[in-house]
């Protein structure tokens, strides 16, 4: 007779397969030289854990079968009580263990600092500056070389180095791009910085990764790395039509709205950033909503809402 749970073994081992050859898309599926770093450092610290974990396991499993009550050739000791030796060996292994990870986390974060400027790849090619401003719950991209803007959405050229400069214009965030590598935080008041690269031409998620209130689970962007020709008539499409970022649009913008839709600016006001880090801009309200419980409008500029909601 057939037990009820036998049919449902395979539909099981299917599951549990297609859950872990299912690895895209993070960090284990680095998309650059950072998020390759990440990787690496990640996968080292695994391995120097399993020097640990992995004897312990047998030896466990090696102790219990061969003290079992069965086996009359096992000696006990039952007045045992200290042994030097076995001290020695018990505590060199972690230590041993917690050697290789410091200088693992040593070397590794001084190479991958955010601070550390990417090598180009050819002598004449300029990193790309991005100022970005995490908002209520919302990503706010400005190109400051370019003179535009982008909400939500975030476009570099692949093989190109970028500068990221980092600010928010209410309560602290993180930004994250995992294929990329390299979490770093947005407050407000304070700039910090970041390089990141693409390898390659792609379409990859980025995210908040701290919890900043209830828009928190819409609080995402695409980053878009495409060709270099590609950026530019990007850049050049951006600039032909949309609203201006100026002082009195970032004020409408950093209202608290959620799931805002991307949308661009086709200019964008001159040191804007450095008004918004100095505070010369107030902040945002905050994910509080002083209104009692409606989601503050609007989710774009008040004569301009290209963004919407979903």
């Keep these: 007779m057939r037990t009820p749970l036998r049919p449902a073994l395979p539909a099981a081992v299917i599951l549990v397969c297609c859950t872990l050859t299912d690895c895209s898309g993070g960090v284990l599926d680095p998309q650059g030289p950072v998020g390759a770093g990440d990787a690496k450092i990640m996968l080292d610290a695994l391995v120097i854990m399993l020097m640990i ?50 200088g693992l986390i040593w070397v590794g974060a001084h190479e991958l600092d955010p601070y550390q400027p990417i090598a180009a790849r050819t002598k004449d090619q300029r990193p790309l500056t991005v ?27 692949a093989g190109t180095p970028v500068h990221f400069l980092l600010t928010s214009a209410t309560v602290m965030n993180a930004f994250f791009v995992p294929q990329l590598g390299s979490m770093i935080a947005t407050m407000n008041r304070m700039q910090t910085q970041l390089y990141l690269m693409a390898d390659h031409p792609g379409d990859y998620l980025g995210e908040s990764a701290q919890y900043s209130g209830d828009g928190f689970s819409g609080m995402t962007f695409t980053l878009h790395a495409v060709a270099p020709d590609a950026f530019a ?50 902040p945002g309200p905050g994910p509080g909503r002083p209104d009692g419980g409606a989601v503050l409008p609007p989710n774009g500029p008040p004569a301009f809402n290209p963004g919407g909601n979903k």
């Design 53 to 102: 974990v992995v004897p312990t396991i047998v030896a466990t499993l090696a102790f219990a079968w061969w003290f079992r009550a069965s086996n009359k050739r096992a000696r006990y000791w039952p007045d045992w009580s200290h042994s030097g030796r076995l001290e020695l060996l018990t505590w060199s292994i972690p230590l041993l263990t917690i050697m290789f990870l410091s």
């Design 131 to 157: 100022q970005v401003v995490s908002l209520d719950w919302k990503w706010l991209f400005i190109y400051p070389e370019q003179g535009i803007a982008s909400v939500n959405e975030l476009t570099v050229p």
């Design 233 to 282: 008539a990007w850049v050049d499409s951006v600039k032909r039509g949309g609203p201006v970022l100026d002082r009195a649009g970032y004020t409408a913008l950093e209202q608290p709205s959620e799931d805002v839709r991307p949308f661009t600016y086709r200019a964008a006001e001159p040191h804007l950033f450095e008004q918004i880090v100095r505070d010369e801009i107030p």
